[in-house]
């Protein structure tokens, strides 16, 4: 029903640059709050950002606020996250994530998952 694919990650250096997209698969991408999380070897699956269904309400956990921004193209059904100022903390899988209600932090509370993307940040 709802398909998400994420692209964009790799490997960077610290202080670097990267831009993860999530594309959207499926019907009504705009009636979606959509959320990044991320999870390191050993740690619990952790929140990163959210948007709101109409892109107007972002919310970004402490961790990384100010270095990370997440948007959406509602035109495109693709929403993004741009990371600034990687520190090899920042070291994950990225997920994107969908949810039918507002905007939540709790992995749980998200309904659609995509596969996942490496995100290494090297010293």
């Known amino acids: 029903q709802v398909q998400l694919v994420e692209s964009g990650g790799g490997l960077v250096q610290a202080r670097g640059s990267l831009r993860l997209s999530c594309a959207f698969s499926?019907?009504?991408?705009?009636?979606?709050?959509m959320g990044w999380f991320r999870q390191a070897p050993g740690k619990e699956r952790e929140f990163v950002a959210a948007?709101?269904?109409?892109?107007?309400?972002?919310y970004v956990a402490g961790s990384v606020k100010g270095r990370f921004t997440i948007s959406r193209d509602n035109a495109k059904t693709t929403v993004y996250l741009q990371m600034n100022s990687l520190k090899p903390e920042d070291t994950a899988v990225y997920y994107c994530a969908a949810r039918s209600s507002g905007i939540a932090s709790s992995a749980r509370e998200y309904d659609h998952w995509g596969q996942g993307i490496q995100v290494t940040v090297s010293s």
């Open positions: 499926g019907r009504t991408f705009s009636g979606y709050v």
């Open positions: 948007v709101s269904r109409s892109g107007s309400t972002t």
